[in-house]
């Protein structure tokens, strides 16, 4: 039997579809200003793909947007789904650090993979994943190299701003006055890692800790918390980004 979990954010439509609780296909696309099209997109080119139609296959749906995905059999909390979906894949872990296009969360699991406790800070999106690739459009840079470049610095620039809107023009601010790229990507991986530090610390966190989502792919910002909490994070076997997705899949799988 097939079921899928969505993971319907804010920059990316993430999908995870089981087969007898393996993963049999998973599937990321830009939202692109449109979330609903681009889901009813994703889902039917991934069903196809599999020969499988959509009306046998149980759908659990999580994320910012997952309102908006017409064809799903229920709806979860994003807190819920990231927790199932760590939990299942490293039942060590108590604490989990999401950073999302638009907000960044902690989250405190018990040995049951139980939420006990979460923060969120969406009050600005300067330590977000969105911040990064403004960031990166700044300096000309994929944003998937922009890790690489900052671990090449050896002096990291401070970046003062905590606003998204003034911290990229601090940012811009910056190249036009001739500012190594390196030590600029280099700053800003570290104040969003002394972000993410500042929430760890308000939800008293409890080892093992790992870090969910796109960001968690960037080497600088891994780095910089990791000396910060001085523990090594956990990694997945499962790409980072699709953690909530496959949270919500493996609900789908004990749906009656």
């Known amino acids: 039997m097939f079921v899928a979990g969505v993971d319907l954010g804010s920059g990316y439509c993430k999908c995870v579809i089981l087969k007898d609780n393996d993963i049999v296909a998973k599937a990321m696309y830009p939202i692109e200003g449109d979330p609903q099209r681009i889901s009813k997109k994703m889902m039917n ?25 017409t064809l799903k059999n229920q709806e979860m909390p994003e807190i819920t789904c990231i927790a199932n979906g760590a939990y299942k894949l490293i039942p060590s872990v108590r604490t989990i650090v999401d950073v999302g296009a638009l907000t960044n969360k902690v989250i405190k699991i018990n040995s049951e993979g139980r939420v006990m406790d979460y923060v969120i800070n969406d009050k600005c999106a300067s330590g977000s994943g969105m911040f990064l690739e403004l960031v990166a459009k700044a300096l000309e840079v994929d944003i998937s190299k922009l890790g690489e470049l900052a671990a090449q610095s ?12 003034f911290g990229e023009s601090e940012v811009i601010y910056l190249v036009n006055e001739g500012k190594n790229e390196s030590d600029i990507a280099a700053g800003v991986c570290n104040s ?9 610390k308000r939800i008293n966190m409890e080892e093992d800790v790992t870090l969910v989502g796109g960001v968690a792919h960037n080497v600088q910002i891994r780095r910089n918390l990791e ?11 499962l790409d980072p980004f699709y953690i909530g997705a496959y949270g919500a899949a493996l609900y789908a799988s004990e749906m009656q």
């Open 154 to 165: 050896n002096n990291p620039l401070t970046i003062t701003n905590q606003c998204s809107i």
């Open 227 to 237: 000396h910060r909490l001085n523990l090594t994070l956990k990694t997945f076997p």
């Open 45 to 69: 080119e991934m069903f196809s793909s599999l020969k499988v139609k959509a009306n046998g296959v149980k759908i659990v749906c999580t994320g910012r947007n997952r309102k908006k995905l």
């Open 192 to 200: 969003i890692a002394g972000q993410l530090f500042s929430l760890l």
